[in-house]
């Protein structure tokens, strides 16, 4: 049994059209992905700033638990830690510029 040129012809047609309907299909999945991928991304940068700000609240709290203890007045402490933490933001503000 021989096979027409035709059909061969439509053969590799519809194999063509699978072919190109496949690589829309990626294209599309591939595009989701990226953007998956960039909020993803953007969330681990907003979580790890929220992270840093923890910590940072953190250990002023330790120090104020440290002047508490040693000085008694708990509530002077932590005003001094207030303005010493304002003074240090000022300064990271500064070195921002």
Avoid: W
Avoid at 21 to 33: A, P, V, W
Avoid at 49 to 69: C, G, P, S
Wanted: hydrophobic fraction near 35%.
């Amino acid at each position: 049994m021989e096979v027409k040129p035709i059909e061969i012809v439509s053969d590799l047609r519809g194999q063509i059209s699978r072919l190109i309907s496949l690589y829309q299909d990626l294209k599309l999945e591939k595009e989701k992905l990226v953007l998956e991928k960039m909020e993803l991304l953007e969330k681990v940068e907003s979580l790890s700033k929220e992270n840093e700000e923890f910590k940072h609240q953190y250990d002023t709290l330790k120090l104020a638990k440290t002047f508490a203890v040693n000085t008694g007045d708990s509530q002077q402490a932590k005003n001094k830690i207030s303005q010493i933490v304002r003074e240090i933001d000022k300064c990271i503000a500064l070195l921002n510029k």
